[in-house]
């Protein structure tokens, strides 16, 4: 049975109707990269609220549940659950509107708007403890890196690298994991981004709503800040970029989190862990691409790049990575004094 019709089954179900001939609205409210979607059903009040389709075959709802009470308790804004049926993969959850940080984020906007962000960032980082979500461990942290060479190399550029390509490619990769690990250990959001943080009008202190957190691990504190300063649909000057961070920065060491004294441990931190995930979004972006038909996660390519080029020029150990990038682009690089 088409999952509509299931769909609509179950919400006639949840809101019966006086009249047969009455239909609860649905339209698509949003898609996401997986095959979860999105529908808001408008109610006989006028309110609204967002149905989440997941096929059981491909989704388990219980994560989602199980990181919006641990986010919810942790005192930031995430959907609430209404009702549930696992078996067909069906949650109602509060409506957080159409409007994405994406939408709304400009200069005059993001230093509010990235001082909420961060703050509800903070909130979760706070609340972590181990054991209640998986381990962002290094078979996960490896696993995702090697979405470069199998699908971005591999596949998208229709290249295979040769043994002392590839023995670079695996040396830099070590090098990734070895501070990734080290790093302290928080809950992970793992798409904390501009596209899953919701600009809410009644503003402070509801903003940001936070969606697509199903994926939540227990990982390197760094990750979900550079997912958002970093962010593969909207980048800044780095200057700005660095009066982010340190806000962030600032703001998570008076709260007792355990960030490095010195903010240029940290910042490279940062950097190394943004490699880590520019390098597997890069692959994921192709994997959409060529397996998933989503060819519009290519345009965005270039803007993860660009943040993965300037890292790993900037630090002499990932060095061999920015060479591999210009064998594989065929860059011609202009050489010059060095200092």
């Given amino acids: 049975m088409p999952r509509t019709v299931l769909l609509r089954d179950w919400l006639n179900r949840l809101f019966p109707r006086q009249h047969s001939e009455q239909q609860i609205a649905i339209e698509p409210a949003s898609a996401d990269a ?202 800044w000057d780095e200057q700005q970029e660095l009066d982010f961070v340190i806000r962030y920065w600032e703001m998570a060491r008076k709260a007792g989190l355990p960030v490095d004294a010195n903010f240029d441990v940290f910042y490279r931190d940062y950097e190394w862990m943004g490699a880590q995930r520019q390098i597997k979004v890069l692959g994921i972006f192709a994997r959409l691409c060529h397996r998933d038909g989503k060819d519009g996660y290519l345009k965005d390519m270039p803007r993860v790049m660009a943040y993965l080029r300037r890292t790993c020029e900037r630090y002499g150990e990932l060095r061999p990575l920015s060479r591999l990038l210009d064998q594989l682009e065929e860059r011609q690089v202009q050489s010059g004094l060095t200092f």
Avoid at 61 to 73: M, Q
Avoid at 140 to 165: C, I, K, M, S
């Fill in 34 to 235: 997986s095959f979860r979607r999105y529908f808001r059903i408008t109610l006989d009040n006028g309110e609204t609220r967002i149905v989440m389709d997941a096929p059981p075959e491909h989704e388990d709802c219980r994560p989602f549940l199980h990181v919006a009470a641990l986010f919810r308790d942790a005192g930031v804004h995430v959907p609430e659950v209404f009702a549930q049926d696992l078996e067909q993969g069906f949650l109602l959850l509060s409506d957080l509107g159409n409007t994405t940080y994406l939408n709304v984020l400009d200069a005059a906007t993001a230093p509010r708007l990235y001082r909420d962000a961060n703050a509800a960032l903070v909130d979760i980082q706070r609340a972590s403890r181990s054991g209640v979500l998986p381990d962002y461990d290094r078979a996960l942290l490896e696993r995702e890196l090697n979405l470069f060479p199998d699908w971005y190399v591999a596949r998208h550029l229709g290249l295979a690298l040769d043994d002392t390509q590839s023995a670079a490619l695996h040396g830099v990769f070590e090098t990734l994991l070895a501070n990734n690990l080290a790093q302290p250990q928080v809950f992970v959001h793992r798409d904390y981004h501009s596209r899953n943080l919701m600009f809410l009008e009644r503003g402070y202190p509801a903003n940001p709503g936070i969606i697509d957190f199903q994926d939540a691990v227990y990982g390197p504190i760094t990750y979900d800040l550079v997912s958002l300063y970093r962010d593969a649909y909207i980048d």
